[in-house]
């Protein structure tokens, strides 16, 4: 009996541990930095639009006159579209409409619910008919992180969707969280374990196989539209990238920047990045 219970005491924790992390994951985000497209001096409208699920979100829309091409950009996992709004300053200036929205259960779009990519396809899609409502034609897509998850899952159901950069999108969704699990303090002989675990309990709430919606197994259907890949080689987030690029079927690119991290590429080479997402962009819609 005592065996029992010193055996059955860790099984307890661990799915403790993941039941906790599956709940602190896919939790609701508020916004924590408020910005404007105002700031940098350009024209918007706020705008609503429905999700494919009918859920309501919330976004900016920033057009360019006379341009039917436009790009859609992805924030990151607890983010916002306030965080990256400065990038449309030189995307506006390249003569592209742009479009920034909150992710489902983030910021101003309505949501209690974050689903690592498997709902916020929806989202996309939503987006990409809003766009299409205003004339675009060409429509590129420019995740990171958790909205090139996004990206990487949407488009291979959207044929709207002509062009894909992503920045720091994790082949699977274990390894980032494992990766996440080791930040907190978790060993690392553990950690893959535990996001297993996590994903595992995730799943059973939502009531799907999230293990079937990683960008691994998704990214070989986005051909024969091209996608452009950037990552750091210092990324903890995406340890087994070669896997994702791998997958990838041509038209692909990719930018590989040594001593860099987790969607630091912007920060680190602010001007090449601009110019490499500009000329793919030109190049592709």
């Known amino acids: ?14 799915l403790a541990v993941g039941l906790g992390l599956s709940f602190y994951m896919t939790r609701r985000h508020h916004l924590t930095e408020i910005h404007s497209p105002a700031e940098y001096g350009l024209d918007f409208e706020d705008i609503a639009f ?13 057009p360019a006159p006379d341009s039917d091409r436009a790009i859609l950009i992805l924030h990151g996992h607890g983010g916002s579209m306030d965080y990256d709004v400065f ?27 974050a689903t690592f990519g498997y709902l916020e396809r929806r989202d996309v899609l939503g987006a990409v008919q809003f766009l299409k409502s205003r004339a675009a034609r060409r429509i590129g897509l420019l995740g990171f992180s958790y909205g090139g998850i996004a990206a990487t899952l949407s488009a291979p159901i959207c044929p709207d969707i002509a062009a894909i950069i992503t920045d720091g999108v994790p082949a699977r969704i274990r390894t980032a969280i494992a990766a996440y699990c080791v930040e907190i303090g978790l060993p690392r002989w553990l950690s893959p374990f535990v996001a297993w675990l996590t994903i595992s309990m995730t799943s059973l709430r939502f009531g799907t196989n ?13 051909a024969p539209r091209p996608i452009f890949f950037i990552h750091g080689d210092l990324d903890q987030y995406c340890p087994d990238f070669d896997d994702l690029y791998i997958a990838a079927n041509e038209p692909k690119e990719v930018w590989r920047l040594p001593g860099v991290g987790h969607t630091k590429a912007s920060e680190t080479y602010p001007e090449e990045f601009r110019r490499r997402v500009i000329g793919f962009f030109d190049k592709n819609l």
């Open 1 to 14: 009996m005592i065996l029992a219970l010193w055996l059955l005491a860790p099984a307890g924790l661990l």
């Open 50 to 62: 429905q999700a494919a699920d009918g859920l309501m979100l919330r976004g900016w829309f920033i």
């Open 87 to 113: 990038r449309a300053r030189y995307l506006h200036a390249a003569g592209f409409n742009v479009m920034l929205f909150d992710f489902r259960a983030h910021g101003r779009s309505e949501g209690r619910k």
């Open 210 to 222: 999230l293990f079937q919606y990683e960008p691994v197994r998704w990214v070989g259907k986005i």
